[in-house]
């Protein structure tokens, strides 16, 4: 499978505890997109990286959340001390190295995210 | 104003007929536009993009895009019940990132 890959597909935590969310773009690709979708709601943007270099993180919460895109390995989006309303489906969109600016972007399969 | 807003729904049309989808954009800046289309409890697929002006065909979709009236349209011709999902308009603001409307959901009855 070439696309882009998430895991876990599914993500169980309790109140107070850490997730860890990793996405691999697809071959050939090296920007890497999150995004988080509430139930019943559009996807909102939470940050762009490239390699080694968070380009746009406009969408993360101040706190708890953060990301990195290593130069090896997969992207991860971390978010510490999980609450309630953290429960979502988290999906990872990659693109192609920007030779032109409007490259579409692929999603992932997605990790859901329940807070217990 | 939301920067992208898409046509209220849900959206309901006969297994044959045209289903028109719309969606309104606030950034002049914005160049690029995308519709997605997402089955409940799956990840959005990209089925159309548009860049420039005008019509763009694709089978049974037609996006069309008109920036002096900042709108972007989907047509689906021929509608099918395996077209029921949710719609997601996406524009390409600054910085390469998308920002989406809220969804349209179509069922196409058979």
């Known amino acids: 499978n070439a696309g882009v890959m998430q895991n876990p597909r599914h993500l169980v935590r309790r109140r107070g505890q850490e997730a860890r969310l990793r996405c691999s773009p697809m071959k050939g690709h090296s920007h890497v997109y999150w995004y988080r979708q509430l139930p019943e709601e559009g996807l909102k943007f939470m940050v762009y990286l490239q390699k080694e270099n968070i380009i746009d993180e406009s969408g993360m919460p101040k706190e708890r959340f953060s990301a990195e895109f290593p130069k090896e390995g997969p992207s991860i989006l971390r978010i510490q001390q999980v609450v309630r309303g953290d429960s979502a489906a988290y999906f990872c969109a990659s693109s192609p190295k920007q030779g032109r600016a409007n490259q579409p972007q692929h999603f992932g399969d997605g990790t859901r995210l329940s807070i217990l | 104003q939301k920067e992208v807003e898409q046509n209220s729904g849900p959206l309901s049309v006969p297994e044959g007929a045209i289903a028109s989808l719309n969606c309104t954009y606030s950034d002049r800046g914005s160049q690029s536009f995308f519709w997605y289309r997402q089955y409940s409890g799956k990840s959005p697929e990209l089925i159309m993009s548009?860049?420039?002006?005008g019509d763009k065909e694709d089978g049974r979709f037609t996006a069309q895009l008109n920036k002096a009236s900042q709108y972007v349209s989907l047509l689906i011709r021929d509608s099918q019940p395996s077209d029921s999902a949710t719609y997601l308009c996406g524009g390409e603001t600054s910085g390469s990132r998308l920002t989406f409307g809220e969804g349209t959901q179509l069922t196409v009855n058979p």
């Open positions: 548009i860049y420039s002006n």
